[in-house]
Each structure stands twice: as C-alpha cells, then as structure tokens.
C-alpha cells in the first residue's frame, strides 16, 4: 500500500497573535496576481478578500483557516465535485464553484467564505442569471466559496510580482521530530509575531506523542 | 491658503486592533494605548515620519457593516472618491481633493516640484517592479494632471548643498556650533525642536529643498515667468508625510505668500493620475521645467541615507581644495538603518562624519552633543529607516517580506540615476552657477538667507505626555 501522507494545514497559536490583519493581507495579495494585485496597496481594486480569517474574543485573538479535512466534509456535500484533494490540501475549482453555500454549512471551522468573484480586476459577472439594478436589468456578479488552498500553485512559483515571498515563517514536520525552515503560505511569512505555523503531519503517528517527545 | 494644523497622522479607531505593530515602528513613543484596544497618537511627540501608517495592517473589512460608509471614511481621509484600495487604520490627511479643485482653476499658475524619490516609486503603484524609475513619464502625467510648470525638488536639493556646503565649511573653519546637523528632514528636525531643543544651534540654518523651490518658484522663477507671484500654487509632491507638516510651519513663507502651498505624498500623486484616468505606463517621457528643473546626480541621491552626506562631501572637497574629486561613489557613506561613520580626508582636514537613518538612532548622538564629547563634524539625520526611500508617504507594501527588497531596489535605482548623470556635483549643475550668478549672489550671501535659511524653535513644554 502507498505511503499516504496526511494533508498539511496552518494553524495559529492564540497566545501568541496580536490581531494585526498582516496575514489576511498577505493571503488576499498572492491570490490575486490575476486580478493586478503586485506590491504595492495602491494597485488593489477589489475589496480585501482573505482566505483565513482573524477571529476575536475578549480574551484571545487569532487567525482560523481551514484544516484541510482529511475526510473534508465539504467536499461530500458539494453538488457539483468543485472541492478537491488536490497535492497535500483540499482546494475549490472557483471556476466551477456554483456558491450553493452547502461547503460553508458543512465546515466545522467556518473556513469557507462566499462573496463575490472578480477577474482582471472586475466584479464577474454571471452570463444568465440578471437581477434589477436602479430599475434596469443587470447580470449578476457571481459569488463563490473562498478559503485556504495552503498557497499551492503561488508559494513555488514566487511572487512575480517584484521579487521572491521570503521564507520566514516556520515549518513543523512532526514526522521528522525538527523545525525545518523552507517555502510556506503567505500568510505564516509576514506574521510578524510568528503565531503561524505550517503543520505536515504524518499518517499514523501519535501528535500528542511526538509533541511530548519534542518537549523533553 | 492656511497653514496646516491638522495633526496629519490619524489612528481610525473604528479600524484599529490595537496590535501595536504601529508603536514598534514609531521611533519617537508617541503612540499611546493598550494591547488590543484602539490606539492614540500623541501629537506633541509625534514626528509626522508615516511609519506607522506604512506598517499598519487592520484594513476595513468589505464585510463587516458596522463601519463607517467607505465614502464617508474617504472625505474624512481627504482622499478622492475614486480611490479603490483598501483603508487602513493608520493613515495621513490627504490633500489630493483640494489639489484637483485648485488643478481646475484656470485663474492660478500652477507649479510643481517632485522629490527625488518619487521618481523611483511612483510606478510600483501602477503595477511595475520595485523601483522602476520613471522620471519622464512623471513629468508628462503632471503636465497632464494640468501643471503649468513641472520643476524638481532636486534641483532644490542642489541649492542646498551650495548653501548647506558653504555653512559647513564656514563652521569647520571657525570651529563654531560643531557638530552641524543636516535640518532637510522635517521630522527629524521636529524631533530636535521637541526632544532635544540643545542642539537646535547645532542645525544648519538651511532650509529643506522642498521649502527652497518653494521660495525660488515664488521669486526667481516667477520672475523669469513674469507671473504675479500671489497667483502661483505651489505644489510638491513628497514621499514623506511630514512635509505636509512643514509646508505649514508659520516661518515657512516669502514676503507674506507661502513657500510651498499643497504638499501630496507619493501615492496621492498616484491616486490623482488614476482618478484623470491617464495611463501611465504608456506615457511617453518627457523632460522636466527650465530652469528648476535641471538637476545634478548629487542633488538626485538625497532620498537614499547618506546622499546628503556624499553630495556635500562631493562640493565640499572641490570648494576646500580646488582640485577634483578623485573618486565621485562614495561606498563607504552609503548603506542602511542605524550609525553609519566615516572620516574623509579633505586637504589637510579629517573631516569627521555620522549618518544616522532612523530616528531612534539619534539619541545617543544627542548625548555626546549635550556632554560636549561628539567628535563628528557632520551629521546627517534622516527619520526614516533608510531615509526618504522608506518614507511615510511611499508606497505601501502588502507583504512585509518585501520591505527590504522594495527599499533596496529604490535605493539602487537612485544611485543607477545619479551614475548616468552627465552632471555629478551640484556646484557643476549649469542651472545652479546661473542662479547664483543672476539672483542669488553667492552662497549664504544676503538672498539666500532672505529666501533660503530659517530658524528653529524649541517645542519643549513641561510634563512632556499631554
């Protein structure tokens, strides 16, 4: 039998988050290369859409994205097959996402978002479906699911942008036992508190097992 | 047109998580408050650099409809109602709206006058690589945008090493009020004022070249323009927010009329091209004004720490000794954040040197000042962590991680612009010996300090914490 080995996921550590909003600034600026996003906050012409979003208590602040079930549950209810295990992390097919909303109900983390879809810079709009806008018709901008894709396709390829995302965050191979530094979502390189940590378990070890063992 | 009292840097407490990455960056303690409440800033001790605002990253959520109306929170900004990026905590008053009114009246002679660094990052805002230098298409979009005249603060910063040069080897000569600190940047000098008001005598007298132009638009070259010099607007156009605060200092005026009317920042320069819907990246280049516009490499790396420093060393040396200097790429005043020495041999002279970039750096300076024991001859001050390059009205990052790229890149575009000069040294700039030899006379000679010097003022007040 293959040697599977369990998809990776992001997860912040509460005690450590100071609320900053880098991250979802981070995670909204390399999804959206297509939509003319480069360096600079004045080339965005769309509304900041994350994919992980900064949660709030009265006690506790911190960062919460999707995990990457790997039994997504989201993926069973999707009516359509737009969710994926795709690489080591569950994905949506915005292109064929129908925003039925089924994946938001179905998440146990409230990972998925809907809101609108934009192209080159524009809300995209729907080629059938129309609603009344200032009393005349307009098609209608398309929604979709967003959430966390672990940055595949954008961490390898570099920022094209202007330069290179620089590796600063940390990632957390429980198999091999050590701290490995290497390329990372974008959104565990800008945390300037370094709350986020990329997580590659594997199958069948005991985390709590191995976390203990660290610790000694 | 008033002078500005606005505080400049605001803190939207609707906005604010109260990270305090702002409080990290702020080099001077001014902004006040709890972990995860909104924060507040101290205007008194405030130095209007903008770290704070390049840093913060609590941006308006398009979801959350318990905010303000994004229009409302825009005239409340002073910002154009077709901006279309993102809001953030941390922002600076913009000027862009009263521009474009003032852009419209055909009444008024409208000039203009660009830093420096404007040139090496107006473009990352239009999509292109980190310091892409567009100096040609800057000057067509300001004429666009309907500017009479399109001048350049390097020439400015010209003048100021002509003024600034002379000052220093006055005082070396004389072995009075050493060390001399630059005074070009107004927060720096605003920090001096309020923290340190013992050193104010040690600032060169010289005003920044922004307030220079400013002077030499309204006398000079509204005199060669034949032009009243009450119709002219003056506009600069500044990577730093702090200019917005200098503009407005009370003493910052010629016989009665403004030096500099209207200070915008790098982005909104920016968001003015794209509200007139001009395309910049196609634009083809053109040339800067005559004669404000004619400028040296010297007068070109004043943006970057340390330019200050080698465009003067580059006038001085050949003032001193009457010889030419032999190597022009000063390397070892160049670099970044911190305390940077040097001692340069001019002539018989050691001529002892600091570069301080970033503010919090200075205060072990002021120390050995006020304790007689600085050994430096000439210290050059820039707020910002790597002077005007990383200003805080420069285009701001999305990504953190890109900071030192983006400043690095601004910083090596600067020096490839100053290298392909034909001119090198201010002194040499053909424009600045014939203003010397038709207005001004000589250096620190009776115009200049009319048009070009100023005093400083201690800003202490008791109990420092309002």
Known sequence: ?216 | MTPNIDPIIHIDEELCTGCRRCAAVCPVDAIIGEAGTPQRIDAHRCVVCGQCVQTCAAYAAESDPSLTSRAEKLRQRGQLSSVREPLFAAYSTGHAIELKEALADPKRYKVVQCAPVIRVSLAEEFGLPLGTLTPGKMAAALRLLNFDRVYDTNFGADVTIMEEGSELIGRVMSGERLPMFTSCCPAWVKHAETAAPHVLDHLSSCKSPMQMVGALVKTYSAELDGIAPADILSVAVMPCTCKKFEAGREEMNVDGLREVDMVITTRELAQLIKDKGIDFINLPDEPFDSPLGKYSGAGTIFGATGGVMEAAIRTGYELVTHESIPNLQLDFIRGDEGIRTATVQIGDLELKVAMVAGLKYVSSILEQVAGGTCPYHFIEVMACPEGCVSGGGQPKLLLETQRKSAYQARKSSIYRHDSNQKVRKSHENPAIIKLYKDFLGEPLGHTSHHLLHTKFFSRKVKGELK
Do not use: W
Not at chain 1, 34 to 49: E, L, R, S, W
Not at chain 1, 86 to 107: F, H, N, S, V
């Open chain 1, 1 to 216: 039998m293959k040697k599977e080995r369990p998809n990776s996921f992001v997860i912040a550590e509460a005690g450590k988050c100071i609320g900053c909003k880098a991250c979802e600034l981070a995670c909204f600026a390399v999804h959206n290369r297509d939509n003319g996003v480069a360096a600079a906050v004045g080339t965005v012409t769309t509304p900041v859409i994350p994919r992980l979003y900064v949660i709030r208590t009265d006690s506790f602040t911190m960062p919460v994205q999707c995990r990457h079930c790997e039994n997504a549950p989201c993926a069973g209810v999707c009516p359509v097959q737009a969710i994926q295990q795709e690489e080591g992390a569950i994905t949506i097919d915005e292109d064929r996402c129908i925003g039925c909303k089924a994946c938001a109900m179905a998440c146990p983390f409230g990972a998925i978002s809907l809101y609108k879809a934009y192209s080159s810079g524009q809300e995209h709009k729907q080629p059938h479906l129309r609603e009344r806008l200032d009393g005349h018709l307009e098609r209608k901008t398309r929604v979709i699911a967003y959430k966390c894709d672990l940055c595949h396709d954008i961490v390898s390829d570099g920022n094209t942008a202007s330069g290179e995302i620089a590796a600063a965050g940390r990632v957390t191979d429980i198999s091999k036992g050590d701290m490995t530094v290497g390329p990372v979502p974008a959104c565990v390189s800008v945390c300037p508190e370094q709350a986020l940590t990329l997580v590659s378990p594997s199958l069948g070890a005991s985390r709590s097992r191995k976390a203990a063992g660290l610790r000694l």
